[in-house]
């Protein structure tokens, strides 16, 4: 009884992670990680990254992921900064990542997921963000507009 037991749990075991994998393949989505939080629409957005802080939502709006974002210097709770916010307001295809840098080389990438349904926020230094983005203007263009490449 313990064997035709423990081969039925095994046997669910394996359909469920197959059904994983396959539902992860059979998205364009990324799969969720620890690194890679997925946010809901609404969904209170909140991140360090260097010596600041951000934060704020997003919607779908038409088929596209309308985030709104309030930037500011981390400040100690006991010593409050007296430097004010900016607001950050974007319209994001699905697919399509825009980024945040700090002076300090940290950056967030936010990514627009499929049907604007999710925002995925990636989190590290700012090389390797834009390295895995791989969807960054090449120098030539950047020449064509007069804007520089870094």
Known sequence: MTNVVTAQHLTAATFALCLCAWTSAASSEPAASVNRPRYEALQSISHEFGSKFTSG???????????????????????????????????????????????????????????AAALFVDKGDREQLLASQGSALPNAAFAETGLSGR
């Open 57 to 115: 939502y997003f919607v779908n709006e038409t088929g596209t992921c309308r985030l709104t974002l309030m930037v500011a210097e981390r400040s100690d709770p006991e010593h409050p900064s007296d430097r004010t916010a900016a607001r950050v307001r974007l319209v994001l295809n699905p697919g399509q990542t825009a980024g945040l840098d700090s002076e300090e080389g940290k950056s967030l990438n936010f990514t627009c997921g499929d049907n």
